[in-house]
């Protein structure tokens, strides 16, 4: 596709149950970003995946969050037991090579995660 | 790590005045500055970006200056509209396709 797409757009789910949300990049884009947007803040990073290199994991909040990238393309965040806490918007961004990138990220429209 | 401050947080102007967004960044390997605007309910859209080679770009009503001495770049829109209200956010990174990080965004509401 022509941008990066997030699904799904809004999801509400109880406390303490899993929650998978996914990605899919630009086409040819080897880095992949997920980010989260807490009501009215600003973006905190969560993990970065570049290539076949070890994703960046250090702003993971908790070991309640995962991520994975199969095949250098798609991508998954995983938040396990979830709390109200992670209610937040979740944005996803690819960009082409590190270090080489022209034009930096594209990021897709986020998916709204409520936990009640 | 780097840390980016952004100000003000929200900013009120009038139809046809100008706006201005400061930030500052920590890290002076930094060399790359993204602005982003994020539209209600919409993920965010890069609108300009400078690099550490160049002090100033501009595009149209929009212009980023840079001053890597003192680790400050800034936004300018000039003849505001209302369709330039969104949030605004600065970014610095150490290269175009590497970890962002962003400032806390600034809202900016512009009034008819």
């Known amino acids: 596709g022509a941008g990066v797409s997030q699904s799904p757009s809004n999801k509400v789910t109880e406390k303490g149950k899993d929650v998978e949300l996914r990605c899919d990049p630009i086409s040819g884009h080897t880095a992949l970003y997920w980010y989260r947007q807490s009501l009215g803040q600003g973006l905190e990073f969560l993990i970065y995946?570049?290539?076949?290199?070890?994703?960046?994991k250090s702003g993971l909040p908790s070991d309640r969050f995962s991520a994975e990238r199969t095949g250098g393309s798609v991508s998954t965040l995983t938040i396990q037991r979830t709390q109200q806490e992670d209610s937040a918007v979740y944005l996803c961004?690819?960009?082409?090579?590190?270090?080489?990138?022209?034009?930096?990220?594209?990021f897709g429209s986020g998916t709204r995660l409520t936990v009640v | 790590g780097e840390n980016v401050e952004q100000h003000p947080s929200t900013l009120s102007v009038q139809e046809g005045d100008s706006a201005v967004i400061k930030c500052t960044y920590s890290d002076s390997a930094s060399n790359y500055f993204p602005w982003y605007k994020q539209e209600l309910g919409k993920g965010p859209q890069l609108i300009i970006d400078i690099r550490s080679n160049v002090g100033e770009k501009k595009d149209q009503r929009i212009a980023v200056t840079l001053n890597k001495t003192a680790k400050h770049f800034s936004l300018h829109i000039t003849e505001t509209q209302p369709e330039d209200s969104a949030v605004y956010f600065c970014?610095?990174?150490?290269?175009?396709?590497?970890?962002?990080?962003f400032g806390g965004g600034t809202r900016v509401l512009v009034k008819p």
């Open positions: 995946f570049q290539g076949n290199s070890a994703p960046d």
């Open positions: 970014a610095a990174s150490t290269a175009a396709g590497n970890k962002l990080t």
């Open positions: 961004a690819s960009s082409p090579s590190g270090g080489r990138a022209r034009r930096g990220y594209t």
